[in-house]
Structure formats: structure tokens, C-alpha cells
């Protein structure tokens, strides 16, 4: 996986990850910890891995009752939809994180399937970004167990090359009132098919 975040190469292995009845590719680093996650799938919300278009939309995004995504998906060139979300740690040891998250905008994500076994995913994407700091009730009351937890799961991140608890939301951070926009651009990613 190659991608250029805000004008910065990232480079990484791929890795196909299933969390509950979701399938994604996934690609993480450690020092500093990033996470950047695609899933695909249908227009009914399920998982979907084949080659085509993917219309990329926002994970919140109620996109049955958008008309304009509706518009562009009954437009017949879309296999499905697509979402992506970006973490990088900006503050040693997962104190701080820079978040990334797609919404509707017309892009789109372009899956093929090689001859030689694998597929090959193309993209360009403008991800909406948020800043989240760990709440200080969180390190306070956490202490060293919350420490020793952060180092345990940067560890086996690091180990497995799988993301382990990196995503802020909900994990006793808060989301800051400052927003940017992360551009992920000249996006590739190289996957063994089913694997």
C-alpha cells in the first residue's frame, strides 16, 4: 500500500481485516501509530470485494435517503460504495491523534482484479479531519494501567502489523473544535484476492 497523505508518502504492507460483518483492507504503522482503513461494499451495506467503481461516502452518512448520492449510484456506474478513514497518532503515547474520515464528494475508489492473483485498488481521496486529545479524567483515572495498556497495544500493532485499539472515538478522547482536510492522494494498494 503507497499512498501520499497531505503531499507525504505512506508506505505500507496490506492487510485484509475483518471486524464483525465487515471486511477491510487495512494498512498500520507504528512510531507514530497510523491506521488507514478502506471497506467496500454494496448499496444495501454489505461487504463487497469485487472489481469496479466504488462511490466513496461518509460512514455516517444516511446514503439511502441522500438524493444525490442515490442520483449518482442509479446512474449504473458504480459497483458499490466505499469508506475510508485515516488515524495517525500526533502525540506519543496515544495522547493525541489526527483523524480522517471520507464523505460524499463525487470521488470514487477503483478495484481490478490481476491476472496474476491479486487485486489492485486505486484512489484519490479528500478525507473530512478532525484532532482528538485524550481526555485528562482518562489519563487521571487510567494511570498507569490506561499507560501500560497504550504501550501493550502500540506492541502488538507492531508485532502483528494488525491495528490494535489506535481509533480515538470513544476510547476516553475528545474530538477538538479545530478541522482540516487530509488530502489522500496517487492511492495504490496491491492485495493477494481473498487473502
Known amino acids: 500500500m503507497s499512498v501520499m497523505v ?72 458504480y459497483k458499490g460504495i466505499a469508506y475510508v478513514k485515516y488515524v495517525e497518532e500526533t502525540k506519543a503515547p496515544r495522547m493525541e491523534y489526527h483523524v480522517g474520515e471520507s464523505k460524499y464528494n463525487g470521488e470514487t475508489i477503483e478495484v481490478i482484479n490481476g491476472t496474476d492473483d491479486f487485486q489492485y485498488v486505486s484512489f484519490n481521496v479528500t478525507l473530512e479531519g478532525s484532532f482528538w486529545k485524550e481526555k485528562t479524567s482518562a489519563t487521571a483515572f487510567g ?36 478541522l482540516d482536510t487530509i488530502k489522500l492522494t496517487e492511492g495504490k494498494v496491491r492485495i493477494k484476492i481473498g487473502g
Open 6 to 77: 497531505n503531499d507525504k508518502e505512506y508506505k505500507t504492507e496490506p492487510r485484509r481485516i475483518k471486524i464483525g460483518a465487515y471486511g477491510y483492507i487495512t494498512g498500520n504503522a507504528i512510531s507514530p501509530d497510523i491506521s488507514l482503513r478502506i471497506w467496500l461494499g454494496s448499496f444495501n451495506g454489505q461487504d463487497l470485494n469485487e472489481p469496479g467503481k466504488y462511490l466513496v461516502i461518509g460512514e455516517d452518512e444516511n446514503y439511502k435517503k441522500s438524493d444525490s448520492i442515490n442520483a449518482a449510484y442509479l446512474s449504473g456506474n
Open 143 to 178: 494511570g498507569l494501567n490506561r499507560l501500560t495498556n497504550k504501550l501493550q497495544d502500540k506492541a502488538v500493532t507492531g508485532a502483528t502489523g494488525f491495528e490494535q485499539n489506535i481509533d480515538p472515538e470513544g476510547a476516553g478522547y475528545k474530538k477538538q473544535a479545530t
